[in-house]
């Protein structure tokens, strides 16, 4: 069986972006930039709802041949492009870079994919990661805090009808003042 992890940046009031979708204020430090990178080279599938699907796919495929990459951001998009990814959209149409689309039911199609044997699969995007929280199918919450207040936009957590018990298992602080937390789920 395998797990289903979400986490993404988020500001200390709970946002992982700011209105108007502004990320500014969540540009990782080397080290953070590292660990992201070091994750996405371990994930076994990457579940993208439309919107971070479209932010990202319009940036890594050839950020490694733009000039003045670095090598940390041409590793990330080597890891990025050969990561197996799936795109949960309607509306989406061709996709690339070991990607397919999926335009069933999010929720449906996520429980056979735990069910089957691989590896760990990340869930990415407001949206579908809401859907799976509210279907109890997140197995473990990855928070990285910025020490920012931006007061509005895209919540990281969605409204729950129950609620859900985590254990914390690990911390790590990071330059700037960032600090991840990982929970797991208990059930």
């Known amino acids: 069986m395998r ?3 979400f986490g993404m940046n988020v500001s200390v009031d709970g946002y992982i972006a700011a209105p108007g979708d502004d ?3 969540s540009v990782p ?3 953070l930039f590292q660990w992201w990178s070091d994750r996405v080279g371990t ?9 971070l699907w479209e932010t990202m796919s319009s940036h890594w495929p050839t950020a490694d041949q733009q000039p003045g990459a670095t090598p940390a951001q041409i590793e990330y998009a080597r890891r990025w492009r050969d990561m197996p990814k799936m795109v949960f959209s309607s509306t989406t149409g061709t996709v690339d870079w070991n990607t397919s689309v999926v335009t069933g039911d999010a929720v449906t199609k996520i429980t056979r994919l735990k069910a089957d044997d691989g590896g760990s699969m990340d869930i990415g995007g407001a949206t579908l990661a809401a859907a799976a929280m509210r279907a109890g199918l997140i197995d473990e919450y990855l928070i990285v805090t910025h020490p920012v207040l931006v007061g509005a936009g895209t919540p990281f957590f969605t409204a729950l009808d129950n609620w859900v018990n985590l254990s914390l298992v690990e911390t790590r602080t990071f330059p ?9 789920t208990r059930g």
Do not use: F, I, N
Not at 43 to 51: D, F, H
């Open 3 to 5: 797990t289903l992890a």
């Open 23 to 25: 990320l500014g204020w």
């Open 29 to 31: 430090s080397d080290e």
């Open 43 to 51: 994930t076994g599938l990457a579940l993208y709802g439309r919107r």
């Open 176 to 184: 700037d003042g960032v600090l991840m937390t990982r929970y797991l």
